[in-house]
């Protein structure tokens, strides 16, 4: 059984930082990559931020590159997502999700995302 906690959400202004983090437990080693998405009221899921369970490879939507980090512990089993310079468009509910499927890259979509946590909100105001 496989379960990915997040927490670290939280009500800012723009310009602010915030750091997510999502602990995993369960059957880790089954995991290939670790993401964040998002998904704003009223809009679709969509992916922010993943990162290779073991290769420490990254991937990041273009309206966050520059701006947000993931990174990942191993020995904690845990990954973070450091943001900075936060604006009103990241406002949103933040999934943590982990792959099992083997890539060489990391994969941006949804569907190649297994286990899923709860979410944890972030708020920007302007």
């Known amino acids: 059984q496989v379960r990915l906690v997040e927490s670290g959400g939280g009500l800012v202004q723009a310009g602010d930082s915030l750091r997510l983090s999502c602990l995993a437990s369960g059957h880790t080693f089954l995991f290939s990559s670790v993401a964040w998405f998002r998904q704003a009221r009223g809009k679709e899921r969509e992916f922010v931020a993943g990162i290779t369970w073991n290769g420490g490879t990254t991937s990041y939507a273009a309206s966050v590159n520059g701006r947000f980090t993931i990174s990942r512990d191993n020995a904690k089993d845990t990954a973070s997502l450091q943001m900075i310079d936060l604006k009103p468009e990241d406002t949103a509910l933040y999934y943590c999700?982990?792959?099992?499927?083997?890539?060489?890259?990391?994969?941006?979509?949804?569907?190649?995302?297994?286990?899923w946590g709860q979410g944890t909100q972030v708020t920007v105001s302007s």
């Open positions: 999700a982990a792959a099992t499927n083997i890539r060489t890259t990391v994969p941006t979509s949804r569907d190649e995302y297994m286990y």
